[in-house]
Antibody, heavy 129, light 109 residues
Framework: QVQLVQSGAEVKKAGASVKVSCKASGYTFSDYYIHWVRQAPGQGLEWMGWINPNSGAAKYAQRFQGRVSVPWDTSITTAYMELTWLRSDDTAMYYC??????????????????????WGQGTLVTVSS | ETILTQSPGTLSLSPGERATLSCRASQNVNNNYLAWYQQKPGQAPRLLIYGASSRATGIPDRFTGSGSGTDFTLTINRLEPEDFAVYYCQQYGTSLGYTFGQGTKLEIK
């Protein structure tokens, strides 16, 4: 069965970096993008970015550009999310999720969108000042 | 960015009743690429509906998704105790990224 198992909770100081891991099993790792979504305490869900484990291509939400990266290691079917220059408002639960890709046409272009069929259990990152 | 507005913010119902949750997009969602998720306290979200109306694997048929364009609805018939949770919609059919609604809390009356 498909599983995404994330690393444990982290406590960091403001200005530090954090790296969260997401170990995938039960499917061919390179066939699906891994996405990262976060949820601040008592708040909604916010998409952060994705990694294509087959090509290494990545895309990030604009608000995280320059602070987030999503490395991966196919040999151990693990994706990572690294967030730098942590602030107190980065305190959140961070989830990895497997993306199901769907294409659509808009204007003269073709785009891809993703919904998320399997999620990791979440990793709580707490940032203290 | 496409804004998704969910209503109501909180819905209070009793087991056995029907719940109707709304999700409105600030622009057209191409191909009705709209998903619904259920989240219980301390758990990750769980996919319920994709493509506006297709149930994910293992989801009971009391969960029904409908709608198109900018207006979408999740209907839960004959509420069971385990259905009380927070529900999020998510669009993946615009050129401006993937966004979630702010959620609707379904609570026991």
């Amino acid at each position: 069965q498909v599983q995404l198992v994330q690393s444990g909770a982290e406590v960091k100081k403001a200005g530090a970096s954090v790296k969260v891991s997401c170990k995938a099993s039960g499917y061919t790792f390179s066939d699906y993008y891994i996405h990262w979504v976060r949820q601040a305490p008592g708040q909604g869900l916010e998409w952060m970015g994705w990694i294509n484990p087959n090509s290494g291509a990545a895309k990030y939400a604009q608000r995280f550009q320059g602070r987030v990266s999503v490395p991966w290691d196919t040999s151990i079917t693990t994706a990572y999310m690294e967030l730098t220059w942590l602030r107190s408002d980065d305190t959140a639960m961070y989830y990895c999720a497997r993306g199901i890709r769907r294409s659509f046409s808009y204007g003269s272009g073709t785009y891809w969108g993703y919904y998320f069929d399997y999620w990791g259990q979440g990793t709580l990152v707490t940032v203290s000042s | 960015e496409t804004i998704l507005t969910q209503s109501p913010g909180t819905l209070s119902l009793s087991p056995g009743e029907r719940a109707t949750l709304s999700c409105r997009a600030s622009q057209n969602v191409n191909n009705n690429y709209l998903a619904w998720y259920q989240q219980k306290p301390g758990q990750a979200p769980r996919l319920l509906i994709y493509g506006a109306s297709s149930r994910a694997t293992g989801i009971p048929d009391r969960f029904t998704g409908s709608g198109s364009g900018t207006d979408f609805t999740l209907t839960i018939n004959r509420l069971e105790p385990e259905d009380f949770a927070v529900y999020y919609c998510q669009q993946y059919g615009t050129s401006l990224g993937y966004t979630f609604g702010q959620g609707t809390k379904l609570e026991i009356k």
